[in-house]
């Protein structure tokens, strides 16, 4: 092999893309597998480690056959909800049967600094969806590692 081969072959090993166990992508995907081991196994100290924890924006928003339904018996409601992430880790604590959500067509954009991450989910509990749509969440690096610092989602029933 010539040293110009050499090169060439070098600059082609270079020019791959590797998957590194500490990627960004990687580590926000780390914290997406860690929240659904957490609601598992009702660890609500775990799910609440995943969270920014001066955040406060969590919505909840009802899909149009959903808020159509629901609309129906209370007219006041609105179309969307705030919540808290301490709210949802106080239940997740204290749910009496299993809790699960399944996670499809994870995308995870980053820029090293922060991300979003979006799927489509199913919530289950004691084995049954009562919940279902699509789930986003916006992600922030800090010195304690990825952080969600909010979540959007929608509720089909």
């Known amino acids: 092999m010539t040293l110009r081969q050499g090169f060439l072959a070098l600059a082609l090993i270079l020019s791959f893309p590797v998957a590194a166990a500490d990627s960004p992508q990687a580590d926000i995907q ?11 196994a009702h660890d609500a100290k775990t799910l609440g480690s995943l969270f920014l924890p001066e955040g406060k924006s969590w919505y909840t928003a009802l899909g149009k056959a959903s808020f159509d339904s629901v609309k129906a018996k209370h007219p006041e409601v609105k179309p969307y909800k705030a919540g808290t992430w301490q709210e949802f880790a106080d239940f997740v ?37 009562g919940n279902r749509g699509a789930e986003t969440w916006q992600m922030l690096r ?5 952080k969600i610092v909010a979540m959007l989602y929608s509720s089909n029933f």
């Open 142 to 146: 800090t010195p304690d590692g990825w």
């Open 30 to 40: 780390k914290v997406v597998d860690t929240f659904q081991t957490a609601l598992r």
């Open 93 to 129: 604590g204290s749910a009496k049967g299993t809790v699960e959500e399944r996670f499809h067509n994870v995308k995870i954009h980053t820029d090293g600094t922060v991300g979003t991450v979006y799927f489509d989910f199913e919530f289950l509990m004691d084995g049954k969806v």
